[in-house]
């Protein structure tokens, strides 16, 4: 039983356009959610999270929002860059201690 | 150190035998996580450290699998009789209260079982 379902395997953007990278949770009750961002031979790299208190985060390019009453966070990347290529990783948690991670989507963006 | 440091970075095993991985984390922090992560897989909760006590252990496999943190910094991931589904990248994370929500994650252990 999957908690976090990340259900697109891959996404391909063009450089300069928004990127929107979506997961879908079953258990009402999470704290936070979070977005890792994962090279190839390197562990995952936090990028950013929200509390379930609220409805959007912003860092520089990133945006995350969150959808309780759907279940569904996003991930915008705006303006997305090839440096953006990674597979990105939707997780969420009780008081961030353990987390619960999607499959991962794959995003490449191109020139 | 600056990061989450693991060693090795690769393993090789045969399968029925013991192996350990180490993680060193970021000086400091006092939670200190394991994950595996299988292929085409995200990042699965093992076991979880505050201090020198397992606060959560909920995540490993079976019996086959223990974690330790002696002195409340290193911590040593062990697979007894290991088996070719034991096969993974191993991620170890650290974080630190006041760090807010997000671990830093290492590179991993990638352990082969042959």
């Known amino acids: 039983d999957q908690q976090v379902k990340q259900n697109s395997p891959s996404l391909s953007v063009q450089e300069g356009r928004i990127s929107i990278l979506n997961c879908d949770y079953t258990?009402?009750?999470?704290?936070?959610f979070l977005w890792y961002k994962k090279y190839p031979a390197e562990g995952p790299t936090f990028l950013i999270s929200?509390?379930?208190?609220?409805d959007k985060n912003e860092d520089g390019r990133f945006t995350v929002f969150l959808n309780k009453s759907a279940k569904h966070l996003s991930l915008h990347i705006v303006p997305s860059q090839p440096g953006d290529s990674a597979v990105y990783f939707c997780?969420?948690?009780?008081?961030?201690?353990?987390?619960?991670f999607g499959t991962g989507t794959r995003l490449q963006v191109f020139p | 150190g600056a990061g989450v440091s693991q060693t090795p970075s690769n393993k090789v095993t045969e399968k029925g035998k013991y192996v350990e991985l180490r993680c060193d984390p970021i000086?400091?922090?006092?939670?200190l996580y394991w994950y595996r992560q299988s292929l085409g897989q995200g990042p699965e909760f093992l076991i979880y450290f505050q201090g020198t006590g397992a606060a959560d252990d909920s995540g490993l496999p079976n019996d086959r699998f223990f974690a330790v943190r002696p002195e409340g910094s290193v911590s040593t991931l062990k697979i007894q009789r290991t088996e070719r589904g034991d096969s993974a990248v191993y991620l170890c994370?650290?974080?630190?209260?006041?760090?807010?929500?997000?671990?830093?994650f290492g590179s991993g252990t990638r352990l082969t079982v042959v």
């Open positions: 929200i509390s379930s208190i609220k």
């Open positions: 258990n009402s009750m999470f704290d936070y």
């Open positions: 994370a650290s974080s630190s209260t006041e760090q807010g929500p997000g671990y830093t």
């Open positions: 000086s400091g922090h006092t939670a």
């Open positions: 997780a969420a948690g009780f008081n961030t201690d353990k987390l619960i």
